[in-house]
């Protein structure tokens, strides 16, 4: 799930083509700014928080520290000092022809930083810079021969709450309406009635809003965390659902009685973070029906670094990744795709699990996400 990227791999090029004219000094302001973006970051993650970029959005003219901070409910002290990160970063405008600094955002910044739908997730995603520190000496310690293998999962105790606030915005906004209708035929089944199940289903968000869509089907999820099921479980009762069954589980042993269950599998970024995929696509494949379909979503991306040159938010994914993917596969002895593994070996790994008519597909408005479709044959 991302912003939209070019995913076009770089050209082959020498190393020292896009040296030639670097000096150090060019290459110490691109560090300086990279460091000062990070910290930057951390008040936008602030802002996003407290209300601020929505109480800015909403103000219909440019207004003082403490008028702004008078209707959000903060204190004027802090906030004065969250818009000088801002006015500085060009983030926030100021207006300064009255006596007293009056500050304001423009209709397309405003946006940008109180978004809703899909849009969301850009600025979420401020907020992961934050959860990722807070692992930062664990990691170092990761790093070192002697020093553990991996992260447990506990170890992002935020996490689902994040999930929980975004994923909803950006599903609602592009599953239905522009994800199914890729995939001939599933929505008139969906609509006549069929078995689906989502793995690594979380809080099942994705299941709750298909079953309100498509009342006929039946819907099944399955999650290592016990939190993430117990909040399906949860709504699934407060709202009196019956055709979405939740439960923890593993996606590499999946149960025995699954057995050409479903119609339809999707996993939406699940499979780079199981401890064995190959034996996660493997079940995946022996609990299809004949002729069901699996949609995997994976980050659409080259399994080599050169390869992801250009794609704007590679860097980004590749230290989530390091500072979450990896680590917590890496923890109960798994594979530790990393979420950038890529399409060269996400394609052949799905023909050796016994897929056929695979291929890597778009997702309209959602071009930082590959959609891996493929079918078992009927037998």
């Known amino acids: 799930m991302g912003d939209n990227v070019d995913q076009q791999g770089a050209e082959n090029k020498s190393p020292t083509d896009d040296q030639a004219d670097e000096t150090k000094e060019i290459f110490a302001k691109k560090i300086s700014d990279t460091i000062t973006s990070g910290f930057v970051t951390l008040s936008l993650a602030i802002g996003r928080r407290t209300g601020l970029f ?10 003082t520290a403490h008028e702004i901070a008078a209707a959000a409910g903060l204190k004027e ?4 000092e969250w818009l000088g990160s801002m006015v500085t ?7 300064t022809t009255s006596d007293i600094p009056r500050y304001f955002v423009p209709p397309h910044r405003a946006a940008v930083l109180s978004p809703s739908g899909a849009e969301i997730l850009r600025m979420a995603f401020s907020e992961r810079v934050v959860h990722m520190a807070k692992v930062m000496d664990d990691m170092v310690e990761c790093f070192k021969e002697d020093g553990p293998p991996g992260l447990p999962s506990s170890a992002h105790p935020d996490f689902q709450g994040w ?3 975004v994923k909803g915005p950006m599903l609602d906004s592009t599953f239905i309406n522009n994800f199914l209708p890729t995939i001939p035929g599933l929505i008139e089944k969906l609509e006549s009635g069929i078995t689906v199940c989502d793995l690594g ?3 099942g968000y994705l299941l709750f809003l298909m079953a309100r869509r498509f009342p006929n089907s039946t819907y099944y999820g399955i999650d290592l965390s016990a939190e993430a099921v117990s909040m399906a479980k949860k709504e699934a009762a407060a709202k009196g659902i019956t055709n979405v069954i939740c439960n923890v589980g593993d996606a590499t042993k999946l149960p025995e009685d699954w057995s050409e269950k479903f119609d339809y599998v999707i996993t939406l970024s699940t499979i780079h973070d199981v401890n064995a995929p190959e034996r996660c696509l493997r079940e995946i494949r022996r609990v299809l029906k004949p ?7 994976e980050r659409d991306a080259h399994t080599q670094h050169h390869d992801n040159i250009g794609n704007p938010t590679a860097s980004m994914i590749y230290v989530i990744s390091m500072m979450s993917c990896v680590p917590m596969s890496l923890h109960d002895d798994g594979a530790g795709l990393g979420a950038m593994w890529g399409q060269e070996q996400a394609l052949p790994m799905l023909e050796r699990a016994g897929f056929s008519d695979v291929k890597k597909l778009g997702i309209p408005g959602n071009q930082g996400v590959a959609h891996y479709l493929c079918s078992k044959s009927g037998e």
């Open 89 to 95: 970063s060009r983030i926030v405008e100021v207006d």
């Open 163 to 165: 999930l929980q606030k």
């Open 291 to 297: 002729g069901g379909q699996f949609s995997m979503w």
């Open 201 to 203: 289903c979380a809080s």
């Open 54 to 63: 929505d109480e800015l959005a909403r103000q219909q003219e440019p207004r």
């Open 77 to 80: 002290r802090y906030v004065r």
